[in-house]
């Protein structure tokens, strides 16, 4: 199992636990207040832990780094997609894109929330799964035209050589 998974594990169990021992044995209300907004379940679970504050500037250090990582990785494919698939596109056109980015994200969250970003991320995705279930067909269909490799061809002639001989004595 890679160590992403592992440690991405252990934290959900740890603070998913922390939050249910929590809810149960104290009385605290981390589900409550979960149900009427998922985007504060970490940090009331925070609440109830030592160093609270500690604990939410490392947490929204983190989730700045990997939104941040993100869209530098996005802006940069984007970039060299245009740029005639360069390995270094220029940096007027990475600019463009993370903008570009950023005004669509923007618009979409004042719009009309987390909701309307989630609703147009998974939308732009749907034309992504039919050209990604093509690629599989075609695929498979170029798996069953491919010829059996040489190997296993000799193996089958040798295999048959000592059928026909028989055993040794």
Not at 24 to 34: K, P, R, S
Not at 40 to 65: C, G, K
Not at 88 to 111: C, D, H, N, Y
């Amino acid at each position: 199992m890679p160590l992403y998974e592992t440690i991405s594990k252990i934290k959900y169990g740890t603070f998913g636990g922390t939050a249910l021992n929590s809810d149960l044995m104290d009385g605290t209300n981390i589900a409550e207040v979960v149900n009427n907004d998922i985007t504060l379940a970490l940090f009331e679970t925070y609440n109830y832990l030592p160093m609270t504050d500690i604990l939410s500037i490392l947490s929204i250090a983190l989730i700045a780094t990997f939104l941040i990582t993100s869209a530098d990785s996005a802006t940069y494919i984007l970039a060299s997609m245009t740029a005639d698939r360069t390995l270094f596109p220029p940096l007027l056109t990475k600019i463009v894109w993370g903008f570009l980015m950023s005004a669509i994200s923007a618009v979409l969250l004042i719009a009309g929330g987390l909701d309307a970003l989630q609703t147009a991320s998974l939308v732009s995705s749907l034309p992504f799964a039919v050209i990604l279930f093509i690629f599989m067909y075609a695929f498979l269909k170029m798996i069953r035209h491919e010829p059996i490799p040489q190997r296993k061809v000799r193996r089958q002639k040798s295999n048959n050589n000592i059928q026909r001989r028989g055993p040794a004595l």
